[in-house]
């Protein structure tokens, strides 16, 4: 089966994308299933697992979000944020901010990551702790580190869109919690937002129309007050976006949904 889906998309000029996350599953996707692009990074930095990526050239997308956004279950604050409430649906939100799903979602995460480890109440108190998930989030940023620091180019991702199946994994303001992360995690604003926009054009194979701005390229642009290349936080206030040369605000755009 391996071989026929490694074949199936070579014969048909298709990029294999694998969502492995331990080192043997990335081996296996890799050397057996061809893939070019993995989706998310390792718990940990683990040497065999950069080696082969590099060799074999694949992309590392980041997702560092996922776990952050858990955040919100003893920080509901977080929902109040300006970009959220723009950009969010107001039942995703109140989804969100309802300690009764925060609960149910957390004893369901630890039922299903951790089904040897009982009492459930027990591990998903201690899996949900803010020292915890600042951990892991450390490790796998370590992870892209080690990665980046091999050759392996890291494609900006934050996995959102997975709503109600995780409650605050929100479209927009996630991506521009990644960026912070990724920061956080030692990349340099240029390596970030290089992540955001050249290394992902390249992955897809359009570089020759978006990725960077020059003339002859589509116009999809992003202008913002500041320069976040001094200050990531720029990214949180934007001006304009540019959808093949047609510039609006964001309350523009956003009026268009209406």
Known sequence: MRAAIKA?????????YSHAMSPEHQRIAIEELGAQVLVHPLSHPDKAAVALAAAHHVYEMSTLAILDT????????LLDDPLIQAVVPAVEIATARDSANVRGFQRQFAETNFPTFPPVGLVDWFVFRDSTIAARVGKEGAALRA??????????GSDSGNWPVILSEFHGPTSIRELAL?????????????AATSTPARMLGIEGQQGTVEVGKRADLVIVEGNPLEDLGAMRHVLYTVRAGDARTPAEWMATLD
């Open 8 to 16: 199936g998309a070579a014969d048909r000029g298709l990029v294999v």
């Open 147 to 156: 990665l980046a620091a091999a050759g392996v180019p890291i494609v900006m």
């Open 70 to 77: 858990f955040r919100t279950g003893w920080e509901p604050g």
């Open 182 to 194: 990724l920061a956080a995690a030692g990349f340099s604003n240029a390596e970030v937002l290089a």
